[in-house]
């Protein structure tokens, strides 16, 4: 239902942009967030985005990071810019996605980020 892609190894103050985009029946994508979880430590919020596009930030990336959607393509994007180390992790989509009439949250499956020289 949901396909998370975009990861991959960067080096410090480089740059790379998340996708995930929803599939199947899909009346329209609502409010949507990254999440990450880095090695040792527990999952925590980077950002998100309502249905309206208002949008806020976890303080470690204000600033770096821009979350953003297209409603058309069912896909919402996480820019990540001046990477550091510490944004290394498993980097989460969570979208709530109206079916039918009805409402439900969904998880992508994660995609790596490695900052590393």
């Known amino acids: 239902q949901l396909q998370a892609s975009g990861g991959g190894l960067v080096q410090p103050g480089g740059s790379l942009r998340l996708s995930c985009t929803a599939s199947g029946s899909i009346d329209s994508i609502d409010a949507a967030a990254w999440d990450r979880q880095a090695p040792g430590k527990q999952r925590e919020l980077v950002a998100r985005?309502?249905?309206?596009?208002?949008?806020t930030y976890a303080d470690s990336v204000k600033g770096r990071f821009l979350i953003s959607r297209d409603n058309a393509k069912n896909t919402v994007y996480l820019q990540m810019n001046n990477l550091n180390r510490e944004d290394t992790g498993v980097y989460y989509c969570?979208?709530?996605?109206?079916?039918?009439?009805?409402?439900?949250?969904?998880w992508g499956q994660g995609t790596q980020v490695t900052v590393s020289s």
């Open positions: 969570n979208v709530d996605i109206t079916e039918r009439l009805l409402t439900y949250n969904y």
């Open positions: 985005i309502t249905s309206g596009g208002s949008t």
